[in-house]
């Protein structure tokens, strides 16, 4: 059973850093493709990273190339989002989320992920 659970947001200045951590305690983690998802208040949840189960392809929001840099450690069942140069606008509640399936591949449709976390909120000030 795939059960994900984020930490690492908080308060940060623009310009800024953080490090989200997403860990799952399933045993699928390492075999199929995870993102990263982001909705801020009165939006819809937004694609901003995903890695493919081997960590061989990325892809990113493009708003958010440049800054951000997904990965992941298989060995310790642990998605990363490495979060730089932060803006006011990335302010929203972050969501893991796994696809699910054997070796999938990337995508940015929230309706391909099957399991979510919780979300952790970032907040970045002006």
């Known amino acids: 059973q795939v059960q994900l659970v984020e930490s690492g947001g908080g308060l940060v200045q623009a310009g800024g850093s953080l490090r989200l951590s997403c860990t799952d305690s399933?045993?699928?983690?390492?075999?199929?493709?995870m993102g990263w998802f982001r909705q801020a208040p009165g939006k819809e949840r937004e694609f901003v990273a995903s890695v493919t189960w081997s960590g061989g392809n990325t892809y990113y929001l493009d708003s958010v190339k440049g800054r951000f840099t997904i990965s992941r450690d298989n060995a310790k069942n642990t998605l990363y989002l490495q979060m730089n140069s932060l803006k006011p606008e990335d302010t929203a509640v972050y969501y893991c989320a796994a696809r699910g399936g054997y070796k999938s591949g990337g995508s940015y449709r929230s309706q391909d992920y099957a399991y979510w976390g919780q979300g952790t909120q970032v907040t970045v000030s002006s």
């Open positions: 399933g045993r699928t983690f390492s075999t199929t493709t």
